[in-house]
C-alpha cells in the first residue's frame, strides 16, 4: 500500500491533524493507498511559504533560461518513467491504460511546451509622444493555488503547473482528495530536478476546507480552478475577499452535431469518442448528439450497435476499451441521472445498467447509456452528468440545429460534422462554445487556447493564453529627455 504525503517547503509531510483518507481502485473497490488528509492549518502554511519563496525573488529572477532548464528536466523524468507512472494513473482513476500512456506523454509536452514558451521573445513597444518611449512587459502574478478535478489527475495537474512555474510563480497545489497518487509522483520529480524550496508546494484534502482556504486567502494572488459549475461560484465568492485574479474551467453539456452529409461512419466513430472516451468523464464530452432528422434512425442504430460492442472492464486489462467510474459516490449519481431520464419520458435504447458480471460486481462499472425521443427542457439534456450517457436530439435544418446547440446555460465545446465547408464554419461560427472541431471530436493541443463561453468558466488555459493567464501585464514609459516638465509657472 501507498502512503501519501504532502510536499511543503520541499519537505514530505503528514497531515497535522494526523489524518488520512483512503484511496480507492475503482475497478476493484480495494484501497490502495493513505493520502495525508490536510486542512486549512496545512493550507496556510504552505501559502505562507509560497508567499516568503516568491517576495525572496528566488525563482521569479531567475532568468527564463534557467527556468525553462528546469521544466524540460522535469519533462525528461516523466517520460523515462511514463510506464510507471501510466500504470499508477489507471490504477488510481481507473481509466483504461491506453488512455493513461497518452496522458503521461501529453503531460511531458506540456512541460516542454512551456519551457520553450518562457524564453521566447515577449512584451510590446510603442510609439509614443516624443520624448517617451512606452513599453509593456508582463510579470509573474505571484503565489498561485491550483486546483485540479480526478478525471485527469496527472495532465490537468500539469496544465497548470507548467505555465505557472514558467511564467516565475510560487504555487500551492491541491488535487483531488479522490486521485492523488500521481500528483505525489510529479512532485517527486519537481523534488528531484532541484526547483527551490517553497517554490512548489502540494496539500491534500477536501475541497471546501483545503480549496476553500486557497480561494479565500489574502497572500494568494490568483486561483486557477477546474472542476464543476456550482464549486466555480463557490470559488468566485471566496476569491472576492482580496479580488484575486481567478481562472476557472468548469462544466459544459456540449452539442456535437451532425448533418445528412456527414461522412456517416466517421460521424458515428467519433460520436462514441466523443461521449465514451474516458468514461464519460470529460469536461468537453460530447454528450449532446444533434442528428438532422433525415438520418437520425439509421445513425442511432448504427451508434446503437457499436456501443454495446464496447469492452468495459478494468482499466490494466489491454482488451479493455471504456473502464470504470472514478468512485462509487460518482457512479450512484450517473445512475440516478439514467433513472431520471426514464422518469422524464426519454427513451433507453443502449445500456443504464450497473455493470457486475464477469468480476466486475466490486468495481464502478456502468454501461455506455444512449437516449432518444428527447426534450430540450429534460434535465438530462440541461446538466452535467459527467458518465457514459448520451442524450440524442433530432434536429430539421442549420437554424434549427444552431439553436438547440446553444440552449444550455454552458459554451464550453461543440463539433460539427458536414462535408459542406462553408456550412460548418457558419454553424461553428455560430456556436457559443470556445473548443470547436469540424468532422472530428476531442483532440486537444497544448498550443491551442482551452476554455468557454457562458457558464463553462473564465479565462483560458494551453497556449499562449494560458500562460498569459498567470502574468501580470506592466506598462513602463521612459522619459529620454530628462529636464523639467515646466507644467506650473516657477
Excluded at 175 to 202: C, D, H, Q, W, Y
Excluded at 401 to 408: F, S
Aim: hydrophobic share 40%.
Amino acid at each position: 500500500m501507498l502512503h501519501l504525503k504532502m510536499y511543503i517547503n520541499g519537505e514530505w509531510v503528514d497531515a497535522q491533524s494526523g489524518k488520512t483518507r483512503e484511496i480507492v481502485n475503482p475497478a476493484s473497490g480495494e484501497v490502495i493507498a493513505l493520502a495525508a488528509e490536510g486542512d486549512v492549518e496545512d493550507a496556510r502554511h504552505a501559502i505562507q511559504v509560497a508567499r516568503q519563496a516568491f517576495d525572496s525573488g528566488e525563482w521569479a529572477e531567475l532568468p527564463a533560461a534557467e527556468r525553462a532548464r528546469y521544466l524540460f528536466a522535469i519533462a525528461d523524468k516523466l517520460e523515462a518513467r511514463a510506464e510507471e507512472i501510466a500504470r499508477l494513473e489507471t490504477l488510481d482513476n481507473g481509466k483504461p491504460l491506453r488512455e493513461s500512456r497518452f496522458d503521461v506523454a501529453d503531460a511531458a509536452g506540456c512541460f516542454r511546451y512551456y519551457a520553450g514558451l518562457v524564453t521566447k521573445p515577449d512584451g510590446q513597444t510603442y510609439h509614443v509622444a516624443d520624448p517617451v518611449q512606452a513599453m509593456v512587459v508582463r510579470e509573474p502574478v505571484g503565489v498561485c493555488g491550483l486546483i485540479v478535478p480526478w478525471n485527469y489527475p496527472l495532465l490537468m495537474a500539469v496544465w497548470k503547473i507548467a505555465p505557472a512555474l514558467a511564467a516565475g510563480n510560487t504555487i500551492v497545489f491541491k488535487p483531488s482528495e479522490v486521485t492523488p497518487v500521481t500528483a505525489r509522483t510529479l512532485f517527486e520529480i519537481i523534488e528531484e530536478v532541484g526547483i527551490p524550496k517553497g517554490v512548489a508546494n502540494m496539500v491534500m484534502g477536501p475541497g471546501p476546507t483545503v480549496g476553500h482556504e486557497l480561494a479565500a486567502s489574502h497572500l494568494v494572488d490568483k486561483i486557477s480552478f477546474t472542476g464543476g459549475t456550482a464549486t466555480g461560484r463557490s470559488i468566485m465568492t471566496a476569491a472576492a475577499g482580496n479580488i484575486k485574479k481567478i481562472s476557472l474551467e468548469l462544466g459544459g453539456k456540449s452539442p456535437n452535431i451532425v448533418f445528412a452529409d456527414a461522412d456517416f461512419d466517421t460521424a458515428v466513430d467519433y460520436a462514441l469518442f466523443g461521449i465514451f472516451a474516458n468514461q464519460g468523464q470529460v469536461c468537453s464530452a460530447g454528450s449532446r448528439l444533434l442528428l438532422e432528422e433525415s438520418i437520425h434512425d439509421r445513425f442511432v442504430e448504427r451508434l446503437v450497435e457499436r456501443a454495446k460492442q464496447i469492452r468495459v472492464g478494468a482499466g490494466d486489462d489491454p482488451e479493455t476499451e471504456m473502464g470504470p467510474l472514478v468512485s462509487q459516490a460518482h457512479m450512484e449519481k450517473v445512475l440516478r441521472y439514467i433513472e431520471l431520464g426514464k422518469a422524464e419520458g426519454a427513451r433507453l435504447v443502449c445500456g443504464g445498467n450497473r455493470l457486475a458480471a464477469n468480476g466486475l460486481d466490486k468495481g464502478y462499472f456502468v454501461e455506455p447509456t444512449i437516449f432518444v425521443d428527447t426534450t430540450p427542457d429534460m434535465r438530462i439534456v440541461q446538466e452535467e452528468i459527467f458518465g457514459p450517457v448520451l442524450a440524442v436530439q433530432k434536429f430539421t435544418d442549420e437554424e434549427d440545429a444552431i439553436r438547440l446547440a446553444n440552449n444550455t446555460v454552458y459554451g464550453l465545446a461543440g463539433g460539427v460534422f458536414t462535408q459542406d465547408g462553408a456550412k460548418a464554419m457558419r454553424v461553428i461560427k455560430k456556436l457559443r462554445a470556445g473548443i470547436t472541431w469540424i468532422n472530428c471530436y476531442h483532440p486537444t493541443y497544448n498550443e491551442a487556447p482551452w476554455g468557454g463561453y457562458k457558464q463553462s468558466g473564465i479565462g483560458r488555459g494551453l497556449g499562449t493564453f494560458g500562460f498569459d493567464e498567470f502574468t501580470e501585464v506592466k506598462q513602463i514609459n521612459i522619459n529620454l529627455q530628462v529636464q523639467p516638465i515646466g507644467w506650473f509657472a516657477k
